[in-house]
């Protein structure tokens, strides 16, 4: 007899799969007795990989049609049973593929007609992240449980400045450039930070090298960390940095993890009751056009 296994459904931006590890984490804890798949994309199965929440971690490339991400999922997965199917995702997508374990006789979760156990709350598109997940849990009696430390996702393998420092995230995906705030903003905060005796650090991606240049260039006190840094190396830093501000972006949610002053600045085109980072430390501020008095709002949260 094929012993069943637990499947966990989760794709997505960095940001949102950060915002996820709590739930995955109660569904462990749920779970601990039985052996737990996550179905995911790169890169998230080398940033998961790390943790003792899985017996596997299955990687697809998600298609156009979702009919033949079914191929895959059944080339990959056809091996196994599976007793409970949570799909953290609840996209339409990723909902069609429940009528895949349906029909094995999983037990699944998430939303849709395919969902044996559905969050069917009509206020779900309104409620941030975590609140909808655990709200979509506790329907299958599973109590959420917030997972203090990361430790395991750490990388020591970076430089830690030996004066006080602050990150910078002043770039985003380059697919959502409306989300970052005016480059002149994030010059204004290291000019306040220098004058402060707090070392700015600029951390991003390959998407944004061009800007982390320009500011780097701006005063030779500011270091460039950009492309040079990977998620464990940013998580190490977080837990040593004075503070950190950037954008609504993947990277601040898992600096937010750190627990230290996280100052995460939204424009209108996101909304941070439904997907802002959390942790001890969070401060939300809007961005209103208006770059002195936000300035003046951002100035006032580093003296604090």
Same mark, same amino acid.
């Given at each position: 007899?094929?012993?069943?296994?637990?499947?966990?459904?989760?794709? =997505?931006?960095?940001?949102?799969?950060?915002?996820?590890?709590?739930?995955?984490?109660?569904?462990?804890?749920?779970?601990?007795?039985?052996?737990?798949?996550?179905?995911?994309?790169? +890169?998230?199965?080398?940033?998961?990989?790390?943790?003792?929440?899985?017996?596997?971690?299955?990687?697809?490339?998600?298609?156009?049609?979702?009919?033949?991400?079914?191929?895959?999922?059944?080339?990959?997965?056809?091996?196994?049973?599976?007793?409970?199917?949570?799909?953290?995702?609840?996209?339409?997508?990723?909902?069609?593929?429940?009528?895949?374990?349906?029909?094995?006789?999983?037990?699944?979760?998430?939303?849709?007609?395919?969902?044996?156990?559905?969050?069917?709350? +009509?206020?779900?598109?309104?409620?941030?992240?975590?609140?909808?997940?655990?709200?979509?849990?506790?329907?299958?009696?599973?109590?959420?449980?917030?997972?203090?430390?990361?430790?395991?996702?750490?990388?020591?393998?970076?430089?830690?400045?030996?004066?006080?420092?602050?990150?910078?995230?002043?770039? =985003?995906?380059? $697919?959502?450039?409306? $989300?970052?705030? +005016?480059?002149?903003?994030?010059? $204004?905060?290291?000019?306040?930070?220098?004058?402060?005796?707090?070392?700015?650090?600029?951390?991003?991606?390959?998407?944004?090298?061009?800007?982390?240049?320009?500011?780097?260039?701006?005063?030779?006190?500011?270091?460039?960390?950009?492309?040079?840094?990977?998620?464990?190396?940013?998580?190490?830093?977080? $837990?040593?940095?004075?503070?950190?501000?950037?954008?609504?972006?993947? +990277?601040?949610?898992?600096?937010?993890? =750190?627990?230290?002053?996280?100052?995460?600045?939204?424009?209108?085109?996101?909304?941070?009751?439904?997907?802002?980072?959390? =942790?001890?430390?969070?401060?939300?501020?809007?961005?209103?056009?208006?770059?002195?008095?936000?300035?003046?709002?951002?100035?006032?949260?580093?003296?604090?």
């Amino acid at each position: 007899m094929i012993e069943k296994k637990v499947l966990i459904i989760k794709f =997505g931006g960095l940001g949102d799969v950060i915002l996820s590890l709590d739930s995955i984490f109660s569904i462990f804890k749920h779970h601990e007795a039985r052996d737990i798949v996550l179905l995911t994309e790169q +890169p998230y199965d080398d940033i998961l990989k790390a943790c003792s929440w899985f017996d596997e971690i299955i990687v697809i490339k998600r298609t156009y049609f979702y009919y033949l991400d079914l191929f895959q999922i059944n080339n990959k997965l056809s091996k196994y049973k599976f007793s409970h199917v949570y799909d953290l995702q609840t996209s339409k997508r990723t909902s069609y593929y429940l009528k895949y374990f349906s029909e094995m006789c999983s037990i699944t979760n998430g939303i849709g007609k395919f969902a044996k156990i559905s969050h069917d709350n +009509p206020k779900r598109n309104f409620m941030h992240t975590i609140q909808r997940q655990k709200e979509q849990l506790e329907k299958c009696n599973i109590s959420y449980r917030r997972k203090e430390s990361f430790k395991w996702l750490e990388d020591n393998n970076v430089k830690v400045p030996k004066e006080k420092f602050a990150l910078i995230i002043p770039g =985003g995906s380059g $697919k959502r450039k409306y $989300k970052r705030m +005016p480059l002149s903003v994030f010059k $204004k905060v290291i000019d306040f930070l220098i004058y402060k005796k707090i070392k700015p650090i600029i951390i991003g991606s390959d998407d944004d090298e061009k800007i982390c240049s320009l500011l780097s260039k701006q005063n030779n006190q500011v270091v460039n960390y950009c492309s040079k840094t990977s998620i464990g190396n940013l998580l190490y830093l977080s $837990k040593y940095a004075h503070l950190s501000i950037g954008n609504d972006t993947g +990277p601040m949610h898992l600096i937010a993890r =750190g627990n230290k002053k996280t100052i995460v600045l939204f424009t209108k085109y996101s909304n941070p009751s439904l997907c802002a980072p959390t =942790g001890k430390k969070v401060v939300i501020l809007k961005f209103d056009n208006d770059n002195e008095s936000f300035l003046i709002k951002i100035k006032k949260i580093i003296e604090d």
